[in-house]
Structures are given as C-alpha cells and as structure tokens.
C-alpha cells in the first residue's frame, strides 16, 4: 500500500511540472510596432540571416523581399495607430541573435512600395526610418518598437537620426 501511495505522488509531481514545461515551450517572444505617423507603414528585419540579406554594418537594403506582391498583402500593413506583433521568436531574442547583437530593422511607406519597382526603393533608399537596435536596446524597449521614434530612442542608432 505505501508503494502504491508513492507511485501515485510521483506520479501526480510528474503530471503537475510536466504542464509547466509546455508552457514554457509554447511561450512566444513577440516584437511589437507601434505606427503612430499618419500613413501605412511596413517594416522589415533587414539582416534577418537570408542568404541574400546584408550583415551589419552594411546597411544597404536586403534583396531578399524583391518579390513583394503588390497590392502589399493586408497582414503586412500597419495602419496609423496600430499596435501588433510584428514577428515572434520561439526563444529568447538574444539567444536566436547569438553572435549577431545588432537587429537592423527598416520601416518602408506602403505607399511607396505599392509605386515603385524594388530595385529603384533599394538603389535609392526609399525608406522611412532604419532602426540599428542592440539587444540592449530592445530590453529597454520592452521589445516594442516606435514609429517615429520616441524620445526613448533618441541615443539609439537610426537613421534618419532622431529628430530629424
């Protein structure tokens, strides 16, 4: 009977932290927008690890989105006063980073990707705003990214430079 008691509470611990370790490997790590200009922006991680996309510090433009469908797909737009998850991790932001400390993020007008062929947006860097953020930088962030930029991110590196 005694063995059978402690069967029974192994087995009621294995149960009880086994739904905790499911959670933990659900959770997501988000990175949120915030558009708070007037117009439909898009936003990009520029050096996301493509073949084809630059490494920091090169900051031309990736050429691995040349095909964006025009119309741009309604899932991709940020409409004035938004916020949304742009993209999740499925692990913590400076552990899928490693040995990359730098997210170069670049905000694009909606409107001028819907006009313009892609090689003209990229040989004429026809963007809004680049955010070159350390992982630093998104901790004190919160993970949330502003456009335009908040007085929070005024020692940050971007360019347009803030308040410009």
């Known amino acids: 009977m005694r063995r059978y008691l402690i069967f029974i509470g192994i ?3 294995c149960l009880s932290t086994a739904g905790e370790c499911r959670k ?4 997501k790590y988000p990175l949120w927008l915030t558009n ?4 439909e922006i898009m936003i ?3 050096n996301n690890g493509t073949v084809l ?10 050429k ?8 741009i797909p309604q899932d991709f737009i940020f409409r004035p006063g938004e916020k949304e998850i742009f993209v999740e991790s499925s692990g913590p932001w400076e552990e899928k980073r490693r040995g990359i400390d730098t997210l170069s993020l670049v905000i694009f007008s909606v409107d001028t990707l819907e006009k313009y062929p892609w090689e003209i947006i990229r040989e004429d860097y026809m963007i809004l705003q680049r955010y070159d953020l350390s992982m630093s930088d998104l901790r004190k962030l919160d993970y ?13 590196k971007m360019w347009p430079r803030y308040g410009e």
Do not use: C, F, G, L
Request: proline content about 11%; overall charge negative.
């Open 11 to 13: 087995a009621v611990m």
């Open 24 to 27: 933990a490997m659900d959770y």
């Open 36 to 39: 708070s200009s007037e117009q």
């Open 44 to 46: 990009y991680i520029n």
């Open 53 to 62: 996309d630059p490494i920091y510090p090169d900051t031309t433009i990736t």
């Open 64 to 71: 691995s989105i040349k095909h964006i469908s025009k119309p």
């Open 144 to 156: 949330s990214i502003a456009y335009p930029p908040t007085e929070a991110m005024r020692n940050m």
